[in-house]
């Protein structure tokens, strides 16, 4: 994974909590198209767009400032276990490439109704422009949102590729109304 800062404001992302998950920061806004029709304006950005305000409803695009350049292709090996015994592994390669999911961060959903709207946003392995968040502010009082804040959390991961078949017909697993697996 290779990241490029765009701004001299930009901070590259940083791991959370010594995972997978990585720390994504506000850099910039952009609010255009954004004006609802039925109010007045949504959202309000400092003279200086170091920070914007995010009133109830609204949402805005945060800009972070960093490209990136995931991997086209992935060669993954293999290893099976099965009730703890060790089975073997092998040399033969799953072909994949990798994808990025941006994600809302738990803390700002559950203190502030603050989400990724669309949730998890996909990055594909192709995009090299500027990586933008779109958040929504779904709490009950406006929200300032500052230059540098952790705005979202990007998981890089694999998405392996596949082959399509249109088929007449299904084999019928006895699932498939809603509640089905018993929830």
Known sequence: LRIKLLTPT???P???NAGDLLDLFADSFSVENLESPISKTKVVLSKEDT????LVGARVLVKTGIALDLPVQLNYGWAFKSDDNYIG???HSILAYAVADLRPRSGLALKHGITVLNAP???DNSYRKEIGVIIINHGHQPYVIKRGDKIAQMLIRPLYTNKMEVVSDLQD???GAYGSSGI
């Not at 920070?51 to 995010?54: G, T, V």
């Open 10 to 12: 930009s901070k590259a």
């Open 14 to 16: 940083e791991a959370a």
């Open 51 to 54: 920070d914007c305000e995010l």
């Open 89 to 91: 592994e092998g040399s």
């Open 121 to 123: 946003a996909t990055i």
């Open 173 to 175: 697993s006895g699932r």
